[in-house]
């Protein structure tokens, strides 16, 4: 999932290394923009839909973060 995740990054952002970030909202890695990007990307990569409420940038934060949220929403 971990690399998936890095793959879907570097997609929407190539110009950026998510492997070495330690917060991609605050280091200007991603935007609102490439986070709804992002999360239409996860939903269909892995079949979920995730809630609105979860549409938040602390949740995008990082790889760790991404991954709890999938997780959360049933991927293994």
Known sequence: MRQKV??????IRPEF????????IENGMLDSFD????VTTLD???GISI??????PENFS???RITALLTKNGVQ
């Open 6 to 11: 890095i793959n879907i990054l570097t997609e």
């Open 62 to 64: 990082s790889i760790e």
């Open 51 to 56: 809630d609105g409420t979860d549409i938040l």
């Open 35 to 38: 986070v709804i990007t992002l």
């Open 44 to 46: 269909e990569t892995f």
């Open 17 to 24: 290394d998510f492997n070495q970030a330690t917060d991609f």
